[in-house]
T-cell receptor, first 111, second 114 residues
Framework: GQQLNQSPQSMFIQEGEDVSMNCTSSSIFNTWLWYKQEPGEGPVLLIALYKAGELTSNGRLTAQFGITRKDSFLNISASIPSDVGIYFCAGRPNTGNQFYFGTGTSLTVIP | DGGITQSPKYLFRKEGQNVTLSCEQNLNHDAMYWYRQDPGQGLRLIYYSQIVNDFQKGDIAEGYSVSREKKESFPLTVTSAQKNPTAFYLC?????????????FGSGTRLTVV
C-alpha cells in the first residue's frame, strides 16, 4: 500500500515549547487528516484539510495542507502535559477512496 | 451519543484458538474498517466493508475473517492461521468510501496470545 513518511518518530519536549511534525507522500493527496491517540485508546480526529495551502487551527493546534499536495504539517503551540500521545497523519490520494496512515509521532511533554 | 463500540477491551487467546472481536456503530455509517496496530508501526488495514454483505481484503488479511450482516456490526475473527496475532486492533467507520470525511475510531481491543 501507499507509504506515508511521518517525522519525527518521537519527540521529548519541555512544557511550554512549540512542536512541529510533518508527513510526506510519494503521490498527490486530496485530503489530509491529523489524529491524536492516547495510550490504550483509539485515534481521535484533530484537524481535516481538503485543499492545497489550507491552514486550519483547532485551539493550540494548527495544520497545513502543503502546496505540493504531497505533504502536511502539524504544529502545537505552548505544549502542555495533556498533549502527550501519538499523532498520526492520514491522507487520501487522488485515485481511490482509501486513506493511508503515517507511522505516528510519539510526543512526550516533560513538566 | 453516536459512536463506535469495540469489545472486549482486553482479550487473551490460547494458541490454536479462534477469537472474535466485536465492533458496533450507531453513526449510520456505510463503510467500516479493521486496522491492526503494532508498536512503532502505522495502522495497517485488515479488512473493510462498504455496504452490508460485502467486504474486501486490506493489506494484511491473511489469518483474519469478517462478516457484515448488519450495517451496524462488523465483527473480526482472528483465526488460528494468524501466526502473530498479538496486537492492538482498531475498528473504524466512515459515512461512505467516497466521502472526504475522516474515520471515527473505536477505543480498540488489545489481543494477547498466551
Amino acid at each position: 500500500g501507499q507509504q506515508l513518511n511521518q517525522s519525527p518518530q518521537s519527540m521529548f519536549i519541555q512544557e511550554g515549547e512549540d512542536v512541529s511534525m510533518n508527513c510526506t507522500s510519494s503521490s498527490i493527496f486530496n485530503t489530509w487528516l491529523w489524529y491524536k491517540q492516547e495510550p490504550g485508546e483509539g485515534p481521535v480526529l484533530l484537524i481535516a484539510l481538503y485543499k492545497a495551502g489550507e491552514l486550519t487551527s483547532n485551539g493550540r493546534l494548527t495544520a497545513q495542507f502543503g502546496i505540493t499536495r504531497k505533504d502536511s504539517f502539524l504544529n502545537i503551540s505552548a505544549s502542555i502535559p495533556s498533549d502527550v500521545g501519538i499523532y498520526f497523519c492520514a491522507g487520501r490520494p487522488n485515485t481511490g477512496n482509501q486513506f493511508y496512515f503515517g507511522t505516528g509521532t510519539s510526543l512526550t511533554v516533560i513538566p | 451519543d453516536g459512536g463506535i463500540t469495540q469489545s472486549p477491551k482486553y482479550l487473551f487467546r490460547k494458541e490454536g484458538q479462534n477469537v472474535t472481536l466485536s465492533c458496533e456503530q450507531n453513526l449510520n455509517h456505510d463503510a467500516m474498517y479493521w486496522y491492526r496496530q503494532d508498536p512503532g508501526q502505522g495502522l495497517r488495514l485488515i479488512y473493510y466493508s462498504q455496504i452490508v454483505n460485502d467486504f474486501q481484503k486490506g493489506d494484511i488479511a491473511e489469518g483474519y475473517s469478517v462478516s457484515r450482516e448488519k450495517k451496524e456490526s462488523f465483527p473480526l475473527t482472528v483465526t488460528s492461521a494468524q501466526k502473530n496475532p498479538t496486537a492492538f486492533y482498531l475498528c473504524a467507520s466512515r459515512p461512505g468510501t467516497g466521502a472526504p470525511y475522516g474515520y471515527t475510531f473505536g477505543s480498540g481491543t488489545r489481543l494477547t496470545v498466551v
